[in-house]
């Protein structure tokens, strides 16, 4: 099973992204969505995550009151707004989904991963 994340490119600082995930080969709503991010040189780290309901949503400190990661079950589609985007913020956006909502913050423990897209925020 292989996800898709879009919406990737190039923006000014400031400025802001929204990313897409769309699941076509499992069922989605019962899987509690995540995003993560790595940049050059660095370990991938959490990003946010969103419960298969929708009615519970993490972030790292990092993009609190900036990102927000959404779902549409009806779409099988998981979203992450990027706002007031910083050049720090540059790095490959990676989706991902898993069963349990137990330590979502982790890389592991997710069954699926999506190929990623290139963010890139220019100062």
């Known amino acids: 099973v292989q996800l898709q994340a879009y919406g990737g490119g190039l923006v000014q600082a400031g400025g802001s992204l929204r990313l897409s995930c769309p699941v076509s080969?499992?069922?989605?709503?019962?899987?509690?969505m995540g995003w993560f991010r790595q940049a050059p040189g660095k370990e991938r780290e959490f990003v946010a995550a969103?419960?298969?309901?929708?009615?519970?949503?993490y972030y790292a400190d990092s993009v609190k009151g900036r990102f927000t990661i959404s779902r549409d079950n009806a779409k099988n589609t998981v979203y992450l707004q990027m706002n007031s985007l910083k050049p720090e913020d540059t790095a490959v956006y990676y989706c991902?989904?898993?069963?349990?909502?137990?330590?979502?913050?982790?890389?592991?423990?997710?069954?699926?991963w999506g190929q990623g897209t290139l963010v890139t925020v220019s100062s």
């Open positions: 991902a989904a898993r069963t349990s909502i137990v330590h979502v913050t982790a890389t592991r423990g997710y069954a699926y």
């Open positions: 080969e499992f069922a989605f709503s019962n899987y509690h």
């Open positions: 969103i419960s298969w309901s929708g009615g519970t949503t």
